[in-house]
């Protein structure tokens, strides 16, 4: 457009931009590449019940506005979302392909959610019923003046799980053209600005939308949260839900100085850091235990996180740093490691102090900001396989 953006617009931009939603716990696990594929399959799933039908929500503006230019350039809008000469491409369509295609999804076997329809209904209700200058307002700074950021988030998730580049076509599409969408309805918004009391009404409006899309978001993430759990819960309380042929029973013993499977390893000699920890090669459904080993002299670094801990002293001494307790330790003793709580391991002896140590991060892990990749200090020296 090229056209100076006025005050009003500055900050109704600004509110967009600092809007809570940022922050909500879907798109930051997102950024962070805490999505699954399959998380992603679900997020996508119930996401698609508002894709397909996203131009009613333009027609609903359409429905609003007196001034026929103004449903002449939404209807532009309209046309370019319905794939413009070619039906087959109307975006609703590209959107179903990539589910079909990308993620492997049934079309037909989708179950839109209770929280999914109310917020398509909820959101419907105020493009058409808020008024007219509100209407316009949603439309250009809540729905398509965001696109193009929450897309970006999006794909890189979605990029991150390994999908190419060609199969989210669908949003790179969208990233360049909405925030032009989003322009020409922005100044239609500001045509009402003679209105009484109109900035407010618009900003009102404006962080009611986002809210509803804020909250979709905040109940997609706990849905994913509990798909994790219950697929647990299945097998722990239904013995015909578990199978044992998940594991290979020649391998459930582990000699411990055979483990060979190194999962963390740093060197600070300022901070006098140096250890490893190497991880026992069995997978179950909560435990994950550990061998930690500190050579003389050293201790692990001051850490927290999600997962509760049980040390067992193998071989050597040293002290256990647990909040401001300093415990010490000796072979077969035993020490708890609550969660969350701050705690270091020293070695005070003249041998190398070996720890074996059982977590429950086959649990913690299921929940984003847990991974061992957000706790370690060297996130370089953290195994892929996490
Ligand atoms: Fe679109
Ligand atoms: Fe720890």
């Not at 399959?38 to 503006?61: C, P, R, V």
């Not at 002299?297 to 002290?319: D, K, L, P, S």
Request: glycine residues 4%; aromatic residues 12%.
């Amino acid at each position: 457009m090229g056209k100076t953006k006025n005050t009003s617009q500055i900050a109704l931009n600004t509110l967009k931009e600092k809007h809570q939603i940022w922050h909500n716990p879907l798109l930051i696990s997102c950024k962070n590449g805490l999505l699954t594929k399959e998380d992603f399959s679900y997020l996508f799933s119930q996401y698609y019940f508002y894709s397909k039908n996203f131009t009613k929500l333009i027609s609903a503006g359409m429905i609003n506005f007196d001034d026929d230019k103004h449903r002449a350039k939404l209807s532009q809008n309209l046309w370019e979302e319905s794939g413009e000469k070619d039906i087959e491409l109307r975006h609703s369509e590209l959107f179903r392909k990539f589910l079909i295609n990308e993620l492997g999804i049934d079309i037909t076997s989708i179950l839109f959610e209770e929280y999914t329809l109310y917020f398509f209904k909820q959101y419907l209700d105020l493009c058409l019923y808020s008024g007219t200058a509100e209407s316009a307002a949603i439309l250009s700074f809540a729905t398509e003046g965001i696109i193009s950021k929450l897309y970006t988030i999006f794909k890189q998730g979605l990029l991150n799980v390994g999908i190419k580049e060609t199969g989210v076509e669908f949003f790179t599409q969208h990233i360049i053209c909405d925030d032009d969408h989003a322009l020409t309805l922005e100044e239609i918004a500001l045509s009402y600005q003679h209105e009484e009391n109109w900035f407010n009404r618009c900003k009102n409006a404006i962080i009611k939308a986002l809210d509803l899309r804020d909250i979709f978001f905040t109940h997609i993430h706990k849905t994913l949260q509990l798909k994790k759990l219950n697929q647990l819960v299945e097998r722990a309380s239904t013995p015909a839900n578990f199978n044992i042929e998940k594991y290979d029973l020649k391998k459930l013993k582990n000699p411990v100085n055979e483990t060979n499977n190194k999962l963390y390893f740093n060197e600070n000699l300022t901070e006098n850091i140096k250890f490893t920890v190497d991880r026992i090669p069995i997978s179950p459904d909560i435990l994950d235990p550990r061998i930690l080993c500190i050579p003389p002299g050293f201790n692990n670094e001051f850490h927290r996180h999600a997962h509760e801990t049980i040390f067992f002293v193998i071989e050597g001494i040293g002290r256990v740093i647990i909040d401001n307790e300093s415990i010490p330790i000796k072979p077969l003793d035993t020490v708890f490691v609550p969660r969350w709580v701050q705690h270091q391991t020293i070695n005070t002896g003249k041998t190398e102090l070996k720890i074996f140590a059982v977590t429950d991060y086959n649990f913690t892990k299921r929940f984003p900001k847990n991974t061992e990749q957000i706790y370690r200090l060297n996130k370089e020296n953290v195994a892929i396989k996490t």
